[in-house]
């Protein structure tokens, strides 16, 4: 099994560019994330898809934007780059569910990661 | 503020050498505290996931503890290939699905 594939791995932009990133999993979980890392900072959330046809905003969602095709597939999409969101970006998917009360997700798998570059 | 802070940023041990990485947490609503290990060039890869105060699991050389203001992952007699960085995460209850990481501990292990 590939797990969680991420492309592309390395990108580089102008700002004001576009682009999306892709993400599948193959584990048939209900759950899906985008993070970004920055040096010295912990992974941040972007945005997630708790279940197939939900999205919801994570703690820097500015400037981005989501779409769940599919089960399997969570893109990012940069639709005017910034040099600020240079980082590493990482893909993530967990068996995720919500019931009466709460939700339980599980551990987290992540993709290897997608290098981008905005100049 | 919902806040993890790791430490050390970095540790450089001899192979051989114990020691224990520390993982602090102010959250409200703890609902699971994971521990990943991160290789350069490579996504986290999950190690542990604790639940209560008091839990502790353990992985080869590794071992994690958990109270309710820190955990500890202990290295025990570590070799080179436990080189990586170790990340701290914590899922909270806030009706969603939101996991807070933190910046992570560098470490080094010389042969």
């Known amino acids: 099994n590939a797990g969680v594939t991420q492309t592309p791995k390395f990108q580089v932009l102008k700002t004001g560019q576009s682009m999306t990133l892709q993400c599948a999993q193959d584990m048939n979980h209900n759950s899906m994330y985008w993070y970004r890392q920055d040096p010295g900072m912990g992974l941040r959330l972007i945005y997630y898809?708790?279940?197939?046809?939900?999205?919801d905003k994570g703690e820097v969602p500015n400037g981005y934007n989501v779409s769940r095709l599919n089960k399997r597939e969570f893109s990012l999409r940069l639709e005017s780059a910034a040099p600020s969101q240079t980082s590493v970006y990482f893909c993530a998917s967990s068996y995720g569910i919500v019931i009466e009360g709460g939700s339980y997700t599980g551990e987290l798998f992540f993709g290897e990661g997608s290098r981008l570059t905005v100049l | 503020e919902d806040q993890v802070t790791q430490s050390p940023e970095a540790l450089r041990l001899q192979e051989g050498e114990s020691s224990s990485l520390n993982c602090s947490y102010t959250v409200s609503g703890l609902r699971g505290l994971f521990w990943y290990r991160q290789d350069p060039g490579k996504g986290p890869e999950f190690l542990f996931t604790l639940y209560s105060a008091g839990e502790e699991k353990e992985k080869e050389r590794l071992k994690a503890t958990l109270t309710k203001k820190e955990s500890f992952l202990h290295i025990t007699a570590p070799k080179p290939e436990d080189s990586a960085t170790y990340l701290c995460?914590?899922?909270?209850?806030?009706?969603?699905?939101?996991?807070?990481f933190g910046a992570g501990t560098r470490l080094f292990v010389k042969a």
């Open positions: 995460a914590v899922r909270i209850n806030t009706g969603g699905f939101k996991t807070i």
């Open positions: 898809s708790a279940s197939e046809g939900t999205t």
